[in-house]
C-alpha cells in the first residue's frame, strides 16, 4: 500500500476515527531537516512490505496545528495510532527504532 500524504488536521482525524484495530503510522517532517530525508523512501519500502499498517506522511511547519496538537518538539516524529488512541509516538531520525515498533505494534 502506498503512503499516504496528508495536508488537513480534518482528514487525519477521519482516517484514525474509521482505522479500527489496524495500525496508523503518521510520520511527520520537514523539507528543510536533514535527519527527515531518509524518512520517504523507508516509509516506501515498509509500506509495501506491510500492507496491513496505514502509513501517512505529514509536512509540518514550526508553528502549524499538528506540531500544537501533538506536541511535536523535534522532527522527524513517529506516531501509532490503533482504534483512534495513540500507542506510542518518539523523535528523531532512528529508523531502525521506528521499524521495530511498527513490527511490534501492528498485530
Not at 502506498?2 to 482528514?11: I, T
Not at 512490505?49 to 511547519?61: H, N, Q, R, S, T
Not at 508553528?63 to 511535536?72: L, N
Not at 501509532?80 to 513490527?103: A, I, P, Q, S, T
Amino acid at each position: 500500500m502506498a503512503v499516504m500524504v496528508l495536508d488537513k488536521m480534518c482528514e487525519l482525524d477521519e482516517i484514525l476515527s474509521k482505522s479500527g484495530r489496524k495500525l496508523v503510522v503518521v510520520t511527520f517532517s520537514s523539507q528543510n531537516c536533514g535527519p527527515c530525508r531518509p524518512v520517504p523512501a523507508c516509509l516506501e519500502a515498509i509500506s509495501e512490505e506491510m500492507p496491513d499498517v496505514l502509513f501517512i506522511k505529514i509536512e509540518v511547519g514550526k508553528d502549524d496545528e499538528y506540531t500544537k496538537r501533538f506536541k511535536i518538539k523535534g522532527v522527524p516524529a513517529f506516531f501509532y495510532f490503533k482504534n483512534g488512541c495513540e500507542e506510542y509516538h518518539f523523535e528523531g531520525g532512528n529508523l531502525g527504532h521506528f521499524r521495530k515498533m511498527v513490527d511490534e505494534l501492528r498485530f
